[in-house]
């Protein structure tokens, strides 16, 4: 699948090149390809076209840092998120998983 995205995957900033860079950053991920896979989402949070998916996406890239031991830029992904300016968000799944996130990361430091 991954290398099957990699063809796919465009320079477009439209809606289905933003689904697509998503998955391909999963992927990556999941390959434990973190810094390629931030590289990747970061374009999708360059899309206005894309904005509904970047909680989502943040959430992963916060999941990345921490394996890339970054903890410092992981806690502040999950602190947005958390703190979102928009009270719709403050009870949305990724904001109670960001909270969960940052609550574990913290624990882990102390």
Known sequence: ALEILK?????????????????????????????????????VLASKDSEFLHPSVKLKKGLCFEILNDKAKAQEIYSQLKNSGNPENKDSAVAKSAEKYLRLLRSKEN
């Open 7 to 43: 063809k796919v995957n465009s320079d477009s900033k439209d809606f289905l090149s933003s689904l697509v860079k998503v998955q391909l950053g999963t992927l990556l991920a999941e390959k434990k390809d973190c810094l390629a896979a931030i590289k990747t989402w970061d374009q």
